[in-house]
Each structure stands twice: as C-alpha cells, then as structure tokens.
C-alpha cells in the first residue's frame, strides 16, 4: 500500500523501486532529506516560478526551527516515512507568532469564508488563540474556543471555552493524518447548533488515510485524509504547505 496519494505518490513510487525511503532521504544532505526526484523531468525555471512562495517559506521555517525533520520515523498509521513534522516545537513567542502569520496569509489567500475560529484540545488551542489574534492583527476579527478533553463539573462547565459556537466555524490544527480525528470537534460544533465550515492545517501529509473496520482492523483507504474531510465530511480545507512543498523544495536545493 503506497503511503502518499496524489501528485506525491506517483513520484514517490518512480523514485522508490529499488530503494527503501530511509536510504533515499540518507543521500539528501543534512537539512534536505527527502525522497529523491528525476531531475531531467523538469526544469529548475519551471519548478521556481510554480512553487507557492508562501508554502516553501514555511518549510523552510519549518527546517530552521527543527519542526521538520528528516530520518526514519514511523506515522500513527504504523507505516516508515522519511520525515516528522512536529508542530510542538514551534515553542516560544516568536516562533508561534511567526506560524500564526503563515496560517493567516494562508487562511486569507484561500478565501474561506467563516464567522469563528475553534481550537481542539490539545495542539489546536494555542495555535487557534495565535491565528485569531494574527488574524485580528490584519482586521479580521472574529470571536475564538476552544475545548477541553474533560469536562469541568464547577465553574461554567462543560468541554467548552470562549465564544459561543456560532455560525460558520473553522478549526484550526496543525497536520491532518487519518481525517477522522476531525470528527470529534464536528461533533461538537454541530451539538452546539453550529456549521462545522472548514479546517486549517499547517501541512498536508497527502497520506493515504486509514479507516477502522467492524472487526476493530485498521486497514487503508484510497484517498487521503484530507480528501476524506472535504468529500465524504464535506468540509473546506486549507493547507500553508503539503508534501508536494517538501519535494520542491527539495529539487531546488539539490
């Protein structure tokens, strides 16, 4: 079973034949390990006028920050991929306050239209709580909350925090890897009265997702999780980087 759909997939699968991803992203250099790409199928020109300049800056954030690392690690799904990407090291006020600046160019350049911002426990709360204040930086205000995984039986109670779900409500989280693990805020948007409208996420994995089956197997499905959202959840997504990113930015470097 392939592990990247799409574009992503077709060259994964032509690179990797005869070798495994590990040995493909060891002979990258240091910073830009990754699955290897054909060169002569396309031009250096081509590649830097087509490449989305916001998105290849946040890989490169990404890379500058340790976010994004190359190696051998193995996905919550349990298959070997030649990088981790992880957004808890975005950790201190300038780092985040430069992520919620890409997530809200991002946000704005897609054209989404939403009337709040909900952030899922647990990575999703500062990075909703960033996006809504970069967004309100550039004018665009709008109410935020967010969710605890345990409900609170004093005070306000409940699983919900800040602004009363309303409207149009678009999640903010950083990766999307099975697809599935948006249903829990979906849920709670929609008990609220509210229309679960989009998501936002730092980087599309464009992984095959996974879906788990009567029996209680777990077996993968032909699309990605971020097809599985927008097709069969019916929701926007909104993406600052995907894989494709990675290998630009990696033919570029080369």
Known sequence: TPLYSSAASDVYKRQTQSCSPLVLAERMPLRLRLVS?????????????????????????????????FGEFKT????????????????????????????????????????????????????????????????????????????????????????????RVLIVDDVMSAGTAAREPIALIQAAGAQPYGVAIALDRQEMATEKQADGTVRDVPYSAVQYVRNTLGLQVCAIAKLDDLLMLSLIHI
Do not use: W
């Open 76 to 167: 919550k799904a349990g298959r070997l991929s030649p990088y981790f990407f992880n957004a808890g090291l975005f950790d201190d006020g300038a780092k985040l306050g430069r992520l919620a600046s890409f997530y809200a160019q991002s946000i704005v350049k897609s054209g989404l239209e939403f009337d709040m911002i909900f952030g899922p426990a647990y990575k999703g709360i500062p990075l909703g709580a960033a996006v809504a204040i970069e967004l309100a930086r550039l004018g665009r205000n709008v109410p935020f909350a967010y969710n605890r995984k345990e409900a609170k039986d004093h005070g306000e109670g409940g699983t919900l925090v800040g602004a009363p779900l309303k409207g």
């Open 37 to 69: 790409l054909n060169k002569d199928e396309f031009s250096m020109t081509t590649v830097k006028q087509s490449a989305d300049e916001l998105a290849q800056a946040f890989v490169q954030f990404s890379l500058d920050c340790g976010v994004l690392k």
